[in-house]
Nanobody
Framework: QVQLVESGGGLVQAGDSLRLSCAAS????????MGWFRQAPGKEREFVAA????????YYAGSVKGRFTISRDNAKNTVNLQMNSLKPEDTAVYYC???????????????WGQGTQVTVSS
């Protein structure tokens, strides 16, 4: 089992950058496929980015590709999401998730953090 805690959210202006971090407990972090999802008010949770256990495979939603970068440090049990050129439509609660299969589907992840709010003003 793994527990996830996100941090790094906040209020920024359009065009700014933020770096989200997700700290994981447990010794098996390096075996998990990790993902970032987001959920805006009144909308379904959507896939943002994911990274394989080794860190080699990285996957992005079309809406963030080229602006967001996912990375992980298995020695520190962390996964990060660097978000550049933020837009108002990026406003959402961002969640970190861990799973045992490579997937972009939220329901296929096993563990979730509590989320961190990102608000981008225009």
């Amino acid at each position: 089992q793994v527990q996830l805690v996100e941090s790094g959210g906040g209020l920024v202006q359009a065009g700014d950058s933020l770096r989200l971090s997700c700290a994981a407990s447990g010794s098996t972090f390096s075996t998990y496929f990790m993902g970032w999802f987001r959920q805006a008010p009144g909308k379904e949770r959507e896939f943002v980015a994911a990274i394989s256990a080794s860190g080699i495979g990285r996957y992005y939603a079309g809406s963030v590709k080229g602006r967001f970068t996912i990375s992980r440090d298995n020695a520190k049990n962390t996964v990060n999401l660097q978000m550049n050129s933020l837009k108002p439509e990026d406003t959402a609660v961002y969640y970190c998730a861990a799973g045992n299969i490579a997937t972009m589907k939220a329901h296929e992840y096993d563990y979730w953090g509590q989320g961190t709010q990102v608000t981008v003003s225009s």
